[in-house]
């Protein structure tokens, strides 16, 4: 390679430092997304908030109570998801929960069996609305039920055709209930609950284990949504969890849950110097192919 070559991809390289400094150290943009606040949108809050404070009205006061509730305050027309903090006992928190019973939901299936009454059983999908469409009976809303629930229900509406109906259901397809693990996982995607509940290192070993040079496990988080755009927050060392057995951090996961793997610094790193320095590579190889050349027809 000669020394003109060798001044080109010099130069080259320093283009890429430069690059580098600004821009490899930028969050990802689903963090942006989900947790950043421009500081032009935090000046024009405190600007609307000032000019409001001279005439109290509903939506003042609502605001005011949401930052009571949050820890800030930011207007609604510039931020769509708001963290909220809430009591580690509240029913909004990420815990290790006490269990509970599956419950019906939509799309769920199932089978009904009513023994010595095979005109009664069969197979029954649960519509949008939570509905079976049942023999002889009509629409029956199981929705939010458990199947010991469902089953004394659907008994309760045919004791009016049959003495003694003796029913029995099996839940034979779970479809109602579904965590969601993105980020640095082999399999990231939808994974269907079979219970109420799904521990943390079950989703994670559902989507593959983490790589550990690429995922920051230490800062992973779980993000469930309440209501109306807020988001409860909790970050996670699952490195902790999958490799040094700390059960502790094994939190129940609920239905529209999200899981997030970020990756680390130096993958980013990894990944920027990859896209930007390889055709650099490819073309120093021609440039000197071309003077391979060049020397043999000499």
């Known amino acids: 390679m000669n020394s003109n070559n060798i001044f080109r991809l010099r130069g080259m390289f320093l283009l890429v430092m430069f690059f580098l400094m600004g821009s490899v150290l930028m969050p990802s943009p689903a963090e942006a997304q989900l947790f950043s606040i421009s500081l032009r949108e935090k ?15 509903r939506q003042t006061q609502q605001k005011a109570a949401r930052k009571e509730k949050t820890g800030y305050s930011v ?3 510039n931020i769509k998801l708001q963290v909220v903090k809430v009591a580690a006992d509240s029913e909004q928190s990420i815990k290790r929960e006490k269990g ?56 309760g509406l045919l004791s009016k055709y049959i ?9 034979t397809q779970y479809n109602s209930k579904v965590v969601y693990v993105l980020g640095e ?38 993000i469930r949504p309440v209501a109306d755009g807020e988001i409860v927050v ?25 899981v997030y793997v970020p990756s680390t610094v130096l993958y980013k790193v990894g990944t920027v110097l990859d896209q930007i320095i390889s055709p650099l590579f490819r073309g120093a190889v021609v440039y000197q192919t071309a003077d391979e050349l060049t020397d043999n027809e000499d």
């Open 185 to 222: 996982v082999p399999s990231p995607g939808r994974y269907v609950m079979r219970g109420q509940y799904l521990p943390l290192r079950d989703a994670l070993l559902n989507a593959g284990l983490p790589l550990r040079n690429i995922a920051a496990m230490r800062r992973t988080l779980i």
């Open 234 to 258: 909790k970050r996670v060392n699952i490195l902790s969890l999958l490799y040094h057995g700390n059960l502790a951090l094994n939190y129940d996961l609920r239905s529209g849950d999200i």
């Open 75 to 77: 207007s609604e027309d």
């Open 163 to 171: 003495e003694n109906p003796e029913v029995n259901i099996t839940i």
């Open 100 to 155: 509970g019973e599956y419950t019906l939901g939509k799309d769920d299936v199932i089978a009904i069996e009513v023994r010595r009454h095979e005109e009664f059983s069969g197979i029954f999908p649960l519509s949008s609305d939570g509905k079976i469409q049942y023999n002889f009976v009509g629409d029956i809303e199981l929705d939010g039920l458990t199947k010991s629930e469902a089953e004394e229900k659907i008994s």
């Open 43 to 57: 000046k024009e809050a405190e600007q609307k908030a000032v000019e409001q404070k001279q005439e109290p009205t």
